[in-house]
């Protein structure tokens, strides 16, 4: 069986009011493809800042666009695949 390990290097920033974080999760791959998703979190003017709920999210959310995309790009190379040359 071979095993193989793909590594995800997120970056998470804040604003210099903490109302709004930013994660970038950045994947690449051994065959040299470079995937990468931006996502954020607000934070109600209301509520206290609390930088992890913050995190959380936008790193959540960045993860969870990257996986759309991985599974867009597994379709389009299965329908390539699929198609008479």
Not at 23 to 46: I, M, Q, Y
Request: hydrophobic content about 40%; cysteine-free; proline content about 6%.
């Amino acid at each position: 069986m071979e095993y193989k390990q793909w590594n995800i290097q997120i970056w998470i920033s804040e604003d210099d009011d903490d109302a709004v974080t930013t994660a970038t999760a950045v994947l690449f791959t051994p065959d040299g493809k470079r995937h990468e998703s931006v996502a954020h979190a607000r934070r109600n003017p209301d509520d206290r800042p609390v930088p992890g709920i913050g995190d959380e999210l936008a790193v959540g959310r960045a993860l969870s666009d990257l996986a759309s995309k991985l599974i867009e790009d597994g379709a389009q190379d299965v329908a390539q695949m699929a198609s008479p040359a």
